[in-house]
């Protein structure tokens, strides 16, 4: 198989050659025809000037056959091309009295050839006519030598240029093919495994485009890698920790080391409800991924379901002395959305909000018109996020504090489901905080075209 490189190589040399050989051919031709026309148009004009001073001095064509021919003459204008005279010379009669080819002495050539001829003048009185019969004539030797030179020129600069185009299409082909080379070498590395890979960017053309865009592939493999690395260890780690809980309680109680009190099983009871949620939780990121959550698209009213999941939160906020509050605009419009799903979403956040809030703080729950969008907002008063960790608090199993115990803070993965039910409902979730100023959860839902009546909730 031939590389690229070879290919252009190839593509360069045969353009080159091709228009190079039309070059010379063009210009071979040109010059010959052109040295030839050159020859003749001074042979006629020489043989003007002969046949006019032949005429001034006799009065009469008779006898100038000979006296063209004879050797006296300084310069003999140069009478026969390849098939014999390349002109007639006709008298003021328009009869021929030196034959050329196809003429003989005596004919009377028609007005269109004495028209196209060229008259000969004795004192402003036209004597004769020399129509010309063949355009060119044969070159002497040392013509045909310098002719011959100029041809050899020609081509042996034909040759240096095709040598010259020959050395810029390889490295040409060199440097196109170059980008190609090393993303080839990285894709390789990458399906060894190596995944750190990254090709230079050398140009902003397509190719730089490319290299541009496999880095950037490159950096989101190797992030997801890491991410199913870590999601891993963190499921295990999950898992590991209500099961160890079970397990110790399950085998002192076995052993005689507990009583079998009903404490002991509340603690069993508890962490089962902890496995079992952490197992939902997976389930629903699972099917989400394979574009399998079920979606129940329904008429909703946003502050009747704000005012539900406020409800539902009331009793854990009272236990931290933390205050739930409502902001919405008047006359809010209703959406299109599975009512059952967006509780869940706002209901992880709240759980969350109120994780994060220190006792006697508050959680704002909020819901206004933005654009063509339903805006709803679920801000705490908590420690807040740090700037570079904003983008990640959606990942699975990220926590902005690595420090803090897991069973301090749910499994890590409700933001992640969130993320996934906002994207199926064709809106957008993210997160706005500052270090020691809260953290705000903003959602943005389509508004439907038209307004419907009767809600769900």
Known sequence: MRSITVKLLLAFLAISMLSVLLIVLSARWLTEREFRSYLFTQNRNTLITELTDYYSKNGTWNGVDAALQAPGQAAPPRLFSGGGRFFSLVDSTDHVVLAGIGDNVGDLLPVTDIRNGNPIKVNGIVVGTMVTRQPTINVNPAESDFLNHVLQVITLSAIGVIAVGLLLAFLLSRTLTRPIRELTAATHAVSAGQLKQEVPVRSRDELGELAASFNRMNSALVRSTELRRQMTADIAHELRTPVSVIMGHAEAVHDGVLAPSLESFEIIRDEVERLDGLIEDLRTLSRADAGELPIEFQRVFPNRLLEKVQSMHKQQAARKNITIDLRMDPDLPEISADPGRLVQVVSNLVDNALLYTPEGGRVLLSARVV????????????????????????????RSDPSRQRNAGGSGLGLAIAK??????????????????????????????????????
């Open 371 to 398: 654009a063509d969008d339903l805006e709803l907002r679920v801000q705490d008063s908590g420690p807040g996020i740090e700037e570079n960790e904003i983008d990640l608090v959606f990942e699975r199993f990220y």
């Open 420 to 457: 996934s039910i906002v994207e199926k409902h064709g809106g957008s979730i993210w997160a706005e905080s500052k270090p020691g100023e809260g953290t705000t959860i903003v959602i943005h839902l389509p508004l439907p075209d038209e307004a419907t009546s009767n809600p769900e909730i």
